[in-house]
């Protein structure tokens, strides 16, 4: 009978056997990676481990499989459960504690051999492993080359010619408009500017003096001749007269002061002050209190007229005399019942409730710390937590707990592996399936690369 070979590499030399692990959470499968890379294999609620993992009893980060000069060792905490086969034999963990197990303190450490297999529980997690042949890799898919062509046949022949022939066009017009462009200040801006603001013009009267040393004759000429020329200059425009002189010119401060109190109390007296028969221009004096009540009374009552204060317009009690609100149309004022009765009936509010934090914490070491996750719901997200507290308080008005938050923010700042937990059914299911749809900052690490963190808030619930 022939021997069987092992299987070989395409270079001849035979493959090795590498790690093969199956995660369970609660008798389902939710992964399983064949461990290509002789590497060490991390467990843990974080997201920097090779299984994240979010079971309670869980470390954030536990070395399950180490690498000690490439061999593999079994890492299990104490209370851990499960067995390890070595291919012939098969020993439970509490066998391997009291014999063949290196104990650290924190862990028991023991060698694994190229056809161990075993098993491994923690509450509701179970994982499965062993090392088996490694199958060759799948060559990556590709279209044939006939299929996929050359990279000329992407682009559209028309297409390539339009656009080359526009890039050259548009080029050719900047470099003409740059090497034609006139430096003019009649341009269109110079134009557009001149029409829509208009410089300032100024006109100056210059007088010429004759001159002294001129004969009185010459002199005499050219005074005759001045008026043809100016004449003859200036435009036909009326000429402005000659600014009259300021009385007030060359005043001082202190007599532009009293000038400004003394034109005040005239404006005064003339708009208040009163005349020979009490009133003044202004009038004013009808307009201050009482100054002219007598003579109206006076002059009503010569007119047979009665005088009454109120009623002119023959307007008595409302309706039966009875005192009322508003416009006399509402319920009578009567006691304390009529009150009531104008407001309505009253109706019960539903309690309300008051949340507050109660505890705060963190899974993982970045920039998106607790207090502001802890912010972030309190400004946006405690209106749809108070909601589902408040909708159950219809039921229970008594109802009060503590409900915990369990969630983690992933590397596109969404909150990912929700859930509400410690308070009734009912508000948990509420929350948690408002949680899914929170967002909050990214969380970097310390090189400044996006990450994940995973966080704990425990909030108190309590009715008013």
Known sequence: MATQRPPQQPNGQPRQRVLRIGILLGGKIVEERLMRERSSVSVGQSMKNTFSIPVEGLPLEFTLFAIDQDKYYLRFL?????????????????????????????????????????????GDLTVLFQFVTEPPRQ????????????????????????????????????????????????????????????????????KTEPDKAAPAD?????????????????????????????????????????????????????????????????????????????????????????????????RGPRGD????????????????????TAGGPKEEKAPTGRIQVSDKQTFDDSSLTPDVVLSKIQSVYMAQIKRCYTTYLKKD???????????????TGRAVSTGATGFAGEVDECISSLMGTWRFPIPKDKDSEATSASFAITLQLVPD
């Open 78 to 122: 104490p209370k851990m459960d499960g067995r390890l086969s070595d291919g012939g034999n098969v020993f439970t963990l509490e066998q391997l504690k009291s014999n063949g197990a290196q104990n650290t303190g924190e862990y028991y450490q023991v060698a694994l051999t190229p056809t161990a297999r075993g098993k491994l529980s923690l």
């Open 139 to 206: 060559p990556k898919p590709m279209l044939p080359a006939s299929v996929r062509g050359t990279f000329a046949d992407r682009f559209d022949p028309r297409l390539s010619v339009i656009m080359g022939a526009s890039i050259i066009i548009h080029f050719a017009v900047v470099i003409v408009a740059l090497t034609m462009d006139r430096q003019t200040d009649n341009g269109m801006a110079d134009r557009a500017y001149n029409m829509v603001f208009q410089p300032d013009q100024y006109q100056a009267d210059i």
């Open 218 to 314: 010459t002199a005499g000429s050219a005074a005759a001749k001045t008026p043809d020329k100016v004449a003859a200059k200036t435009p036909d425009k009326p000429s402005p007269k000659p600014a009259e002189k300021d009385p007030g010119a060359g005043r001082d401060s202190a007599k532009d002061i009293a000038m400004q109190q003394q034109q005040a109390s005239a404006m005064a007296d003339l708009l208040t002050g009163e005349g020979a028969n009490g009133t003044s221009e202004g009038d004013m004096s009808k307009r201050r209190p009482g100054a002219d009540l007598g003579q109206q009374i006076a002059d009503v009552r010569e007119g047979g007229k009665t005088v009454a204060v109120g009623g002119g317009a023959g």
């Open 321 to 340: 005399g009875d005192a009322r609100v508003g416009n006399g149309k509402g319920p009578a004022i009567n006691g304390p019942g009529g009150t009531e």
């Open 397 to 411: 008005a008594s109802a009060r707990g503590k409900v915990t938050l369990k969630l983690t923010v992933n590397e």
